[in-house]
């Protein structure tokens, strides 16, 4: 499956997202740089971690403006999978590509740990290898990931399955304890409402090894590979919550 | 809120050579960006944390936001108005967890 991985001034996590793909999953990864316009005929869209323009103003508020972002626009709006991480997430909601907004985490500092996370919504390109119920153990590492978003939004994101990993213990439950920087419900990770756009504030692209932190990474990597092997899948989108 | 000042100082008198560096037309907005009522904002909670243990007392609902201030090219303090709230909405706030207002005056 071909991989694009968007570099902006400011990205830290794109090599990291590209060794996984590439060199430990077997991928083809094309990096994309913020000032092409094009995507090269990638399947599916990456957008790393960093700090893009130095999270100048508010994070990814820049970015947002880069010109590769009318084509990832776009491509989301032709049914192409997105997946935005920590920094990437806080790019797709500040491009309105999904709901909610990043805020500062309730405690003021910076958060480098590894959390539990509850697959939500398993029915979805991002976790269809998954099982609703299942626990996967990823790094954090982020000052503004308390995920926001009006109260009636966040009901209907309920509604429609798009919460898709919240923030839990080691038993599974999403106590007050185990939400590691106040977002609202303990959202980790959330979809748009057709399914193709997704962002966490949790890093798969550091735990694709066994023997480096765990490999629960991949599960998110391995369901899109998934989703995009079923030729139905290609260039468009059929799952539902 | 938009509260709109707009003071054209013109004491030089009418018939004074326009100084290259002084843009006719040039007013400056200044924007007050607040975090959102029902958004928490934890800079605001331990500032206020902060007041109480010095001793300050009453001191309540402290919100921490951004203050900016930019020059505009503009006709009318209208054109600047509808320029500048377009501007608030589309970058320099985020509508979703940001309130703004903004002020202009004359350069």
Known sequence: ?241 | MRNVRACFASSEGAASVPDARTKVGAMQVKVYITPRQGILDPQGRTVEHALASLGFAGVSDVKIGRYITLNLDAKTTDEARASASKMCEQLLANPNIEDFRFEIEGA
């Open chain 1, 1 to 241: 499956m071909r991989w694009g991985v968007i570099r902006f001034p400011g990205s830290l996590d794109d090599l990291d997202a590209i060794y996984g793909l590439r060199d430990v999953m077997g991928q083809d990864v094309q990096p994309l740089w913020h000032k092409d316009e094009q995507l090269h005929g990638v399947e599916c869209v990456l957008l790393p971690g960093g700090f893009s323009y130095g999270d100048h103003l508010r994070c990814g508020a820049v970015a947002r403006f880069s010109p590769i972002m009318k084509s990832v626009g776009k491509f989301a709006a032709d049914g192409g999978l997105v997946i935005g991480i920590c920094n990437g997430f806080q790019i797709l909601t500040e491009a309105h590509l999904l709901p909610g907004a990043l805020t500062r985490n309730r405690t003021l500092s910076f958060v480098c740990e590894r959390v539990h996370l509850r697959v939500e919504n398993a029915k979805t390109p991002f976790t269809c290898t998954s099982r609703p119920g299942d626990i996967l153990t990823l790094p954090i590492k982020h000052g503004e990931g308390c995920y926001v978003a009006p109260e009636s939004e966040l009901l209907q994101m309920e509604e429609r399955g798009q919460i898709i990993l919240r923030y839990v213990d080691a038993k599974g439950d999403a106590t007050d304890a185990a939400n590691p920087n106040g977002s609202m419900r303990s959202i980790a990770g959330v979809c748009n409402d057709r399914f193709n756009v997704f962002g966490m504030m949790p890093h798969p692209e550091h735990a694709v090894e066994a023997n480096l932190f765990g490999a629960d990474g991949r599960k998110i990597f391995e369901s899109i590979i998934a989703f995009q092997s079923v030729p139905e899948h290609r260039g468009q989108l059929r799952v539902e919550a």
